[in-house]
Nanobody, 125 residues
């Protein structure tokens, strides 16, 4: 099994900062892309930022120049540093990872997307 555990959400005033972390654990052989999504009440889940295993990043236009995604491949962890937060950033933030598992037999599985449980970020005006 593979688990993604997020941390770092909370309540912050507009203009403030938060740093989210997501650690992947379990029978992992490799991780391809990792990313952060968010879902506000009444809205669809949307991609916030993603990063490949080689470090190439992609951002939603609304967070460019305010958010920075990074990862530590040795720790199977992805981070999202958020600056200049706005009330419209309020949402549940979910971590996502494309993982190839290694089974006890030594065989490898296909790339599968896994999700964290979500962490609430609330930005007050």
């Amino acid at each position: 099994q593979v688990q993604l555990v997020e941390s770092g959400g909370g309540l912050v005033q507009a203009g403030g900062s938060l740093r989210l972390s997501c650690a992947a654990s379990g029978s992992i052989f490799s991780i391809n892309a990792m990313g952060w999504y968010r879902q506000a009440p009444g809205r669809q889940r949307e991609l916030v930022a993603s990063i490949t295993s080689g470090g190439r990043t992609n951002y939603q236009d609304s967070v460019k120049d305010r958010f920075t995604i990074s990862r530590d491949n040795d720790k199977n962890t992805v981070y999202l540093q958020m600056y200049s937060l706005k009330p419209e950033d309020t949402a549940v933030y979910y971590c996502n990872a494309e993982v190839r598992r290694q089974y006890v037999s030594g065989e490898f599985g296909p790339m599968v997307q896994y999700w964290g449980q979500g962490t609430q970020v609330t930005v007050s005006s």
